[in-house]
């Protein structure tokens, strides 16, 4: 069925709605060996509905859109009222000007007309870039995955959004031997196909595996150094709950009571923003118009980000912070892009003593409430006026007092998915080596 031919079915039926269309294609190359190990296409297409009735919100989905399946939706909705409580800040966003959303160039419609054996092609060269030193024992992981992502969302008070986008994510994994094995791996991401240097990622993955053979193991103490981009944005990762209305609400976040209090070191400014990184749109997950919001400035504490739920729960205003995952699961708040801004310069090289961490293991145990984290660490060490690598320590800590300990902040700002940051020089990091 078409989506208003749909819609004039779920109007009918309640007191607000909300109609969320999604197409989404993915495809994804496999090199291994040097040669395609396997190619996978998928497609998705469906409708999300929440539903108002005297109060309530219901939510269901289908993948079939036929007459039938959406009339099986609105049962489903219709069932589900009855056990449900009334919530008066149940709603969904009124109607914006179309100049209120940002105009960004997401998708790439000449990189969609390159066919996979040519894009196959560019995922076996890198790998043979990769393999150009004898050292690299073994490659894995070596894939590109793209999508093509349509999605319309109209709802009973005007609104009525749609955009698309195509994101191409690269990644690979390497192995050196000298002695004993060691492995990196990393990924890159892209809008578009052309701007994905494959040859420039292959060799940085090359290079950065060989630079941690003959590792050492660090003396346990306290170090000053530099957090890479990559470390940084993991860390602003567990971070970033603590800024979600819901755990306001939920009172599971360290920041209730700490706006415009200072809370970071001054060198710290953080930002949500709906416009930057992979999962940037011109709208959020009910079709708020997307937006960069100043979430820490000089180290103090501005604001907490709401999706309109519980901007209306707690008398404050959308920040278009609500997410998707997909078709099956409710909207909710969270982030969809945020970052650490670039600060005046580079950061000068770590001094004789000091470390780079480059790598963290296990982030997911991090407490996202508390911020206390004890995580498997990898970096160099400077020694002797050389980097010297180093693996097998733990760095531990808590994340709230790291970035009060942040010192100077680089300018080569990168996203990793959601998060970016540039390096940050961070005085008293916590190592336990040897």
Known sequence: MELEKIRELVEKKFDAYEIFYLKEIKRKVESRNCEIFGVEIKEEEGIAVRAINKGKLAFSYTFNLDKEGVLKLLEDLERIFPYLNEDEANGFPEWRKPEEYP??????????????????????????????????????????TEKSIFVKIVNSFGLSVESM?????????????????????????????SDIDFSGFGEMIREKTLSFLSPIKLKTGIYSG?????????????????????????????????????????????????TLGAYSFPFDGEGSPSKE????????????????????????????????????????????????????GKIQDIGEGE???????????????????????????KKGGSLVPFH??????????????????GDDLKFYGRYGSPSLFVTSLRISGL
């Open 103 to 144: 105009e960004l160039s997401l998708y790439d419609a000449q990189g969609q007309k390159i066919g996979m054996e040519e894009k196959a092609k560019e995922l076996i060269m890198m790998e043979e870039t990769i393999r150009k030193d004898k050292r690299i024992v073994a490659t894995r992981n070596c894939e590109l």
């Open 165 to 193: 986008k195509t994101i191409y994510l690269v990644s690979a994994l390497a192995v050196a031997k000298d002695g004993e094995e060691i492995s990196w791996c990393d990924h890159t991401f892209s809008h578009r196909f």
């Open 226 to 274: 530099i957090l890479s981009p990559r470390v940084a944005s993991d860390l602003l990762g567990v971070l970033s709950n603590s800024f979600l209305a819901e755990n306001l609400y939920k009172e599971k976040t360290k920041l209730k009571g700490k706006v415009n209090e200072k809370v970071f070191s001054e060198a710290v400014n953080i930002l949500s923003s709906g």
């Open 293 to 344: 919001v100043e979430v820490v400035k000089d180290g103090y504490f501005l604001t907490f980000l709401y999706d309109s739920y519980y901007a209306n729960k707690l008398c404050a205003k959308t920040t278009a912070n609500c997410v998707r995952s997909g078709i099956t699961d409710m909207p909710r708040c969270g982030i969809i892009g945020m970052y650490i801004d670039k600060g005046k």
């Open 355 to 381: 470390i780079l961490v480059e790598d963290l293991i296990g982030v997911h145990t991090a407490n996202p409430i508390t911020g206390d984290f004890s995580l498997g660490a990898v970096g160099f060490l």
């Open 392 to 409: 097998g320590v733990i760095i531990s800590g808590n994340i709230f007092q790291v970035f009060q300990d942040v010192r100077e902040v």
